[in-house]
């Protein structure tokens, strides 16, 4: 037999393909993190446990050099690399922020400086962290308004909120960054242009961390709890693994401290939250696979699309789900319809000799098969309703994905999204059949009702 062909060389290479798709390539020789380190290195940080690396899936991440341990502290951080308000008070614009009226936000003192020393290049002494920094943003506040208009529904409105938030924040400050002049020899138009806010504004929203300060009165009453953290921000999400993440007091240093065990060279992955898919596109601008925090919202449109439009009770119902908190956060999830959704159906499909029992359908009771049974029916022609949805999206993507190859990236993230949507509710139509037939068995012969989907009649 020729060497390297025995059943054991082929395991050999079998584990070699599978450790190599998510193998990351070590990135530290590069100009960029040589710089990064040095400039670390003199504010007292000195990493031994993480290296900067690129990874097929995830892209630009943290590498582990050495196994790590449960409980571990990964990254300790110490205040003096951290980018807070602080900074921002002790910089130049210190004066301008502390004398203007009304008082600046701590997210736009935060954006100014971040326009500011990218502006001042060579000579910023932010220089090396701001190089590593992403040059523009895949959150939807960023993409082009033909690919919002791909987006589910619910993160659609969102992201049109989100925009309508970002320019009249910079429509407002315009007065602020023209008192600002004195520091730069060009007008500052030329300096705080809504592409340059936009950027500063999608690195803070992206990549800052959480750092509460006490209220200051050269600030807005918003909260102050954001701090960009260089280095440590270049760690990627994973929703599946536990960290823990604060500011230690006794050391002064932002510590990272893994709830989970990593072996040498691994992508090492912290969890920004547990956040569905539309929730990480819409803060982060990208999309997590396989999420298990994923799920489908339904719309109080959507909800009411499939009910008997001869429904006479259809307001109060509606009514009273929205004095009760029932109308939001109804959603399709892996493991099926949400109890939220399911009890809101249970309600709205209440006959009218059941309607009095409504309190009762909110605390979780059985009315009857009948009322079971049509809440069951109607949550499966919505399922049915979004994977059509999902389907013809897929396909519109598609196409526009030939012909706008200039908005190729966004719309990728466009497929992924709608990818992701479709498999939730692929596993939740799946359970839907499972519990219409279930319930079908469990009851009496004669109150037995025609099933959407042939699954019985």
């Known amino acids: 037999m020729k060497k390297g062909r025995g059943r054991t060389s082929r395991i050999r290479r079998r584990k070699l393909l599978r450790s190599s798709g998510s193998r990351g390539v070590n990135e530290s020789y590069k100009p960029e993190f040589i710089a990064l380190k040095k400039w670390l290195k ?38 003096s690399c951290l980018l807070t308000t602080d900074t921002v008070i002790r910089s130049y614009l210190g004066p301008y922020v502390a004398k203007w009226q009304p008082p600046p936000s701590p997210l736009l003192a935060l954006c100014t400086f971040l326009v500011a020393e990218r502006h001042a290049g060579d000579r910023s002494p932010w220089k090396p962290y701001l190089e590593i920094l992403p040059k523009a943003y895949t959150c939807p506040v960023c993409l082009e308004p033909e690919v919002v208009d791909l987006l589910p529904g619910p993160l659609k409105a ?12 910079f429509a407002s400050s315009r007065a602020f960054f023209s008192s600002l002049q004195p520091l730069f020899p060009v007008p500052v138009e030329s300096i705080f242009s809504y592409s340059a806010f936009l950027w500063a504004w999608g690195t803070v929203n992206t990549r800052a961390v959480y750092l509460e300060r006490g209220r200051r009165p050269c600030f807005s009453a918003e909260p102050d709890t954001c701090a960009l953290a260089p280095y440590l921000d270049l ?19 932002y510590e990272i401290r893994t709830g989970s065990r990593w072996r040498q060279h691994e992508e090492v992955l912290i969890c920004y939250g547990p956040h569905d898919n539309q929730r990480l596109f819409l803060e982060y601008g990208f999309v997590a696979p396989g999420n298990p925090h994923a799920c489908v919202r339904v719309a109080q449109d959507v909800l009411v699309k499939y009910l008997p439009a001869t429904d006479k009770q259809m307001n109060k119902k509606i009514s009273i789900l929205k004095d009760h908190d029932f109308i939001e956060n109804l959603t399709f999830g892996w493991d099926g319809p949400s109890w939220r959704l399911l009890t809101a159906l249970k309600l709205l499909c209440l006959r009218a000799g059941e309607l009095p029992c409504w309190k009762k359908v909110l605390l979780g009771e059985i009315i009857s098969d009948t ?49 992701e949507e479709l498999r939730v509710l692929q596993a939740s139509a799946e ?6 037939t279930e319930l079908c068995c469990d009851s009496p012969r004669g109150n037995r009702l025609p099933l959407v989907g042939g699954v019985a009649s």
């Open 158 to 169: 969102k992201a049109r909120e989100q925009r309508a938030h970002v320019q009249e924040l």
């Open 235 to 253: 760690l990627n999400h994973s929703p599946t693994v536990q960290v823990k993440a604060a500011f230690n007091e006794e050391t002064r240093c």
């Open 42 to 79: 003199d504010r007292k940080f000195e990493d031994t446990n993480l290296v900067p690396a690129c990874f097929p899936d995830t892209g630009r991440g943290l590498m582990s050099k050495t196994p790590l341990q449960e409980g571990q502290v990964i990254v300790s951080l110490p205040e």
């Open 371 to 419: 009322n079971e049974k049509a809440s069951l029916d109607i949550a499966q022609k919505i399922c049915y309703h979004f994977i059509e949805e999902a389907n013809a999206m897929l396909q519109k993507v598609s196409h526009m994905k030939d012909k706008e190859t200039a908005l190729m990236t966004q719309l990728s993230l466009a497929e992924t999204l709608w990818n």
């Open 431 to 436: 359970t839907l059949t499972r519990l219409q």
